[in-house]
């Protein structure tokens, strides 16, 4: 059973941090590129970060260029997401999502809230 869950989520001030993790069970993690997606309510849901399946090429949305890192450990089968300096246009639903890249089968997490507020 395909399993993506995440973790890390919360209420945090503006200019703090989070570490967003997600733990994958049930496929070949290493022959999936990983993303985090995020949606905050009345918008549409955007790309925030990806990564390789080695680790070795990321990709990032312009909003959170230099704030945010992307990066795998696919030894523990868990991506994650280092978000510094948050603003409050940064709340949103974020969610992990796993796509094959052999088989082209996407997988969604459940998602994990952050909001970012004084």
């Known amino acids: 059973q395909v399993q993506l869950v995440e973790s890390g989520g919360g209420l945090v001030q503006p200019g703090g941090s989070l570490r967003l993790s997600c733990a994958a069970s049930?496929?070949?993690?290493?022959?999936?590129?990983m993303s985090w997606y995020r949606q905050a309510p009345g918008k549409e849901r955007e790309l925030v970060a990806a990564?390789?399946?080695?680790?070795?090429?990321?990709n990032y949305a312009d909003s959170v260029k230099g704030r945010f890192t992307i990066s795998r450990d696919n030894a523990k089968n868990t991506v994650y997401l280092q978000m510094n300096s948050l603003k409050p246009e940064d709340t949103a639903a974020y969610y992990c999502?796993?796509?094959?890249?052999?088989?082209?089968?996407?997988?969604w997490g459940q998602g994990t809230q952050v909001t970012v507020s004084s």
């Open positions: 990564i390789a399946v080695t680790g070795g090429s990321t």
């Open positions: 049930g496929f070949t993690f290493s022959n999936y590129l």
């Open positions: 999502v796993a796509q094959g890249v052999r088989s082209g089968a996407y997988y």
